[in-house]
């Protein structure tokens, strides 16, 4: 499994930006699809995950914020990150889970800084 990430980079509070992951393969085979991030000196953490059946999980601090989706056809999943704040400042990683394993893809760097 290769999942391939892309975007991220350096925004203002309050701007907007999105990440998104490629599988190598469909993305119909993944039960869960998902963002992770690890900002310096804590832990890795979820962010959002999407299952099959589009069911969607959101950090509590991203509720309203972030929105998980999934282009089935393209086999990408994307993370819209709006109203970004200085503390969503991490190092994001795709995640995915097939009959109980999880593989990740690179990580992409997301700084809000003014």
């Known amino acids: 499994v290769q999942l391939q990430a892309s975007g991220g980079g350096l925004v203002q509070p309050g701007g907007s930006l999105s990440v998104s992951c490629a599988t190598s393969g469909s993305i119909l085979a993944f039960d869960v699809m998902g963002w992770y991030r690890q900002a310096p000196g804590k832990q890795r953490e979820l962010v959002a995950d999407?299952?099959?059946?589009?069911?969607?999980n959101y950090l509590d601090s991203v509720k309203g914020r972030f929105t998980i989706s999934r282009d089935n056809a393209n086999n990408t999943v994307h993370l819209q990150m709006n109203s970004l704040k200085v503390e969503d400042t991490a190092v994001y990683y795709c995640?995915?889970?097939?009959?109980?394993?999880?593989?990740w893809g690179q990580g992409t760097l997301v700084t809000v800084s003014s």
């Open positions: 999407i299952s099959r059946g589009d069911s969607t």
């Open positions: 995640n995915a889970v097939r009959w109980g394993t999880s593989s």
